[in-house]
């Protein structure tokens, strides 16, 4: 779809093309909420603002929603789209053009994106109104992937928090004293010992608790809106409380979480509270009931079935199967060496397949689900934070930033294989590796799938094999070389400290960039010459640098005068900028504050016009009555 088309879009609900510009508003949002999400609004903006569009686009990330959609932008709009991989409440979207499509498809291709959703979207609210591949209403029912993509993006900060705080937890609880019976000095977990520690502790706890009745639960929302969200939390509860299922698990007197039904009893749960609230809304309740039925009836009918079916039907039965699963993944590990790098060699292939897709999310997600099982294990058994099994999450957070990094040194070697913007890309997705966030390498994967994705399994398989390979237990900070430094990561069995960690990423990041510069061709026509004048450019520079330096030790006071204007002008634009940045600052927030304190000035006029007329409509009525006495 070229631009003349793309500027031809009409502004109306007419069939008929126009010269006027689109007036857009979107929402992205991906299962994560971080790279995916903003990479979308980015593309969404820039290419709607070049084809001359108006568009405003909300985020809804991790943090929550950001760039809110204002009311008045809203009612004025043409067209909404909805780039998601969740669930979006669209009720705000009621009699509005609405296209729905995946968050890839705005990062890939956002101008024939704008050109489909002109052509299929449709007016939001109908039944059966078909917005890109959905299906509103109830004629077509979602994936289940797709909703456990939601319970996933939903519970992921409580994941992230209750582990960084526990890990947290653990470094205070470990202290150094001398032991008779090993005769030497050595590390002791005393954290029920320690007060804060073990209120950290307590806190991860209660999140890891948490997050089994909320993953269900919100599954249960993507299934079937806000009735399935009090039976999926509570069935979620019951199928991963061994007390209320009868079922005798030990558990250590300190142990702030134990072993349960876990994440799988949560998808049971989840997907069958979805289905049955589904169930309770095709029913046709009587007129005289239908306004408590959302709020009321369902919620307490689909409850009190879920609860009771999930105690004494499919509770003790999915719990005891689970807890005999994680039991015979112990045994294997202890029987066969070799299990331990299987499992770390499937996580790192799913980490680097799809670069923040289904099958990265679900191996992240697989990790937290044997970390957290197998905590309570070790709790339970009176053991430690560090006797939890750290394999598969340790091997994704080690392959995690290995497809970015490895294409920025690919573009770096190999530059000759690479277009301009590719290389340009390479320096973005520097940027995403270092804070370890997949997603950077998505460009690449997109341009060339087969020979991309292919280098990046390769190289995260190495870091994922060798980081197991010298038991690395990565429990918080970042999923980049710079974790070591940045996080709490134990590398204690390694041949020295920092290289455990950085070493095997390194080196997957050095075998991601070799295969992929191997297997592309050489750029010709266009794209060569342009890497050839910038190959000029670069040896022009070093050819003048070297002149300067020459000319430095014959003429020192020319090259000083050249560094005394440089850091002149340098400093001066610099305080430029910065004025001009903090008093657009300073204008924002006087903004802010006149615009509420005209919104509170306002609300007291209309307060004061009501109080004020208020009883002259009394003294009417009054005065009417009278006069009809009187006649």
Known sequence: MDNDQLQNLPTSSTPEPQTQSLKIVAITACA????????????????????????????????????IIPENILREADLVIIAADVKIDLSRFQGKKTFQ??????????????????DKGTPYGKKGT???????????????????????????PLTIAAGILMAIANLCAFQTEYLDSVGDYTENWVLGERPFPQFLMDVGGLGFKLMIPLFAGFIAYSMADKPGLAPGIIGGWIINDNKMLGISVPVAPNAVIEPGAGFLGAIIIGILTGWT??????????????????????????????????KFVIGPPIANLVLGMFDGLVSLEKQFAGTGYVLALVISLMVAFDLGGPFNKTALVFGTVIFYQTLATALANGGGYWDANFIPGTAAQAAISVPPLGMWLSTIIFKNRYTKNERVMGKAALGTGIMGITEGAIPFAAA??????FANCCGAAVAGLGVTLFNVKFAAGLGSPLGTFLGYIQQNSAPFWPMAW?????????????????????????????????????????????LDTKTFFKQPKVILQKIHHFFITYFRNHWQSTKEYWTWIGKSI??????????WKKFGQNCHKLVTTKPKMLTFKKKKAQKVEVE
């Not at 917005?131 to 992921?156: E, P, Q, Y």
């Not at 060339?448 to 994705?453: G, N, T």
């Open 590 to 599: 006087a903004k802010y504050f006149v615009d509420k304190w005209q919104g």
């Open 502 to 546: 950085i070493l095997p990423i390194v080196l997957g990041i050095v075998v991601t960039a070799t295969i992929a510069g191997l297997l592309k061709k050489k750029v010709v026509g266009e794209e060569a010459e342009l890497l050839k004048t910038e190959q000029q450019t670069r040896a022009d520079r070093r050819h003048s640098l070297w």
């Open 448 to 453: 060339d799938p087969f020979r991309v994705i």
């Open 130 to 156: 078909k917005v890109g591949n959905v299906t509103f209403g109830t004629t077509k029912r979602k994936g289940m992937l797709s909703h456990m993509m939601t319970g996933i993006s939903w519970i992921l």
């Open 101 to 118: 499509c995946g968050v890839n498809d705005a990062i890939k291709d956002p101008a024939n994106l704008l050109v489909e959703a002109w």
């Open 32 to 67: 994560a909420g971080v790279a995916h999400t903003y990479m979308a609004a980015e593309q969404l903006t820039k290419t709607a603002e070049k084809l001359s569009h108006k568009i405003h686009v909300e985020t809804q990330g991790t943090i929550g929603a950001e760039n």
């Open 277 to 310: 609230v589904q169930i309770l809304k095709i029913i046709r309740w009587p007129r005289i009931l239908l306004p408590v039925v959302p709020l009321m009836i369902i919620p307490i009918v689909a409850t009190f079935a879920i609860a009771t079916f999930t």
